[in-house]
């Protein structure tokens, strides 16, 4: 099974799909996750993207889709993949769909977060992560069960992203409505999606996606 999540930053799409990876054994490709990965290694990749991301715009729409590309060709990608944060521009769901049939892959479901842009702020400042294992966590939303101690690691040690400050998330917030926002269109348009309600709990969220999943 292969899907697409879609939300804009702060939706809860990485949460959502660190359980359904759990879940139906298939495997998250998040975007940012691997931008991150190439800025942490300092490659030339990761040196092109960093100052984008920490301005909140979007990196090239060539250099996400060859990354993809060859990420979606491993191994663990053939069970299933979740997309997290990706198609992001109406070019970039135009080459999704291009190398899906070259690779005779097909996206079974399309499923929107629907949220306010109000609550996003709260949500992306209060994320924070698990620096073992990368367990997500919110200061608010999502505490560990024991204070400053990872529910899944046990590990003591957290981060937060660089780019999760209040001045960047109006400009990714702003980016997603200019340039991510048109690609609810294209696949409604196409008649495969659905739209669940981002604003619910973590728990509900969970609960309506396997409603869709079965
Ligand atoms: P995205 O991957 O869409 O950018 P995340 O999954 O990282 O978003 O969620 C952003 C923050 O909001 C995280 O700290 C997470 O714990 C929290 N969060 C996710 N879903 C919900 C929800 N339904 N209600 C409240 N907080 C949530
Ligand atoms: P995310 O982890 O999805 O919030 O992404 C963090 C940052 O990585 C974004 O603000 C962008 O700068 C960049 N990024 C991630 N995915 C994409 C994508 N599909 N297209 C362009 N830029 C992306």
Redesign the pocket.
């Known amino acids: 099974m292969n899907l697409i999540l879609l939300?804009?930053?702060?939706?809860?799409?990485?949460?959502?799909?660190k359980g359904l990876q759990e879940r139906y054994s298939i495997v998250q490709l998040?975007t940012?996750d691997m931008l991150r990965a190439e800025v942490a290694s300092g490659s030339e990749l990761g040196q092109q993207a960093k100052e984008i991301m920490d301005s909140g715009g979007l990196v090239s729409d060539d250099l996400i889709i060859n990354m993809i590309s060859s990420r979606i060709d491993q191994d663990d990608c053939k069970n299933g993949f979740i997309l997290?944060?990706f198609p992001r521009t109406t070019p970039q769901a135009e080459a999704l769909d291009k190398m899906l049939e070259e690779k005779s892959f097909v996206i079974d479901h399309v499923i929107e977060?629907k949220v306010d842009d109000d609550a996003m702020v709260t949500?992306?400042t209060?994320?924070?992560t698990c620096a073992g294992c990368g367990a997500?966590?919110?200061d608010e939303?999502?505490k560990p069960k024991e204070n400053g101690v990872c529910d899944k690691c046990g590990g003591t040690e957290f981060s937060r992203r660089a780019d999760d400050n209040a001045e960047t998330v109006r400009s990714r917030l702003e980016a997603y409505h200019d340039q991510t926002a048109p690609i609810v269109s294209y696949y409604g348009d196409k008649g495969v999606m659905k739209s669940v309600d981002?604003?619910?709990?973590?728990d509900?969220?969970k609960g309506q996606l396997d409603a869709i999943l079965g």
């Open positions: 939300g804009p930053p702060g939706a809860g799409k990485g949460t959502q799909a998040s940012g997290d944060g977060l949500r992306i209060g994320r924070y997500g966590y919110h939303f999502q981002g604003m619910a709990s973590i509900e969220v």
